[in-house]
């Protein structure tokens, strides 16, 4: 708060490891003026709102969703599936951790008989 004093525009990445105080900095932010773009993931990767995101983005004035394409298919991705073996909900990674996967195709990966 105390940096975006002198600024007016304030930008924050990877908002869903934020805690739900997040929401009320962007407000306040936001009622003084100051233009916020908050930038996160939606869903954790079991498809669970992740963080304080479902908070940001009722709050928000303008809502941009923006859609990776399914590794397996090329449909536009539903979820970062995880292909590493961790149940924790936090787990920093890229492209060894994590596929983008449409609906169908992380369904299909659910099912009994899906071998990795
Ligand atoms: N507007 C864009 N045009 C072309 N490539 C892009 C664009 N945005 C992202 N990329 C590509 O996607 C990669 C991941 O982008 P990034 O901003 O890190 O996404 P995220 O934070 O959602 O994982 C980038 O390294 C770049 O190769
Ligand atoms: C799905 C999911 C992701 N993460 C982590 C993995 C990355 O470090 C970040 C997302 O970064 P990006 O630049 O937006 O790709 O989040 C996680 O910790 N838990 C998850 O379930």
Do not use: W
């Amino acid at each position: 708060m105390l940096l975006a004093a002198e600024a007016d525009v304030i930008g924050i990445d990877e908002a869903q490891f934020f805690d739900d105080s997040l929401v009320d900095v962007c407000n306040t932010l936001a009622n003084k003026g100051k233009r916020v773009i908050v930038a996160g993931l939606d869903m954790d990767f079991r498809g669970l709102p992740f963080g304080p995101m479902p908070a940001l983005l009722a709050i928000a004035d303008e809502v941009t969703k923006v859609r990776a394409i399914c590794l397996r298919c090329g449909n536009l991705a539903y979820v970062s599936h995880r292909i590493v073996k961790s149940e924790k909900q936090v787990l920093l990674g890229e492209k060894d951790e994590y596929e983008p996967l449409c609906r169908a195709c992380y369904l299909e990966t659910l099912r009994p008989s899906h071998s990795e």
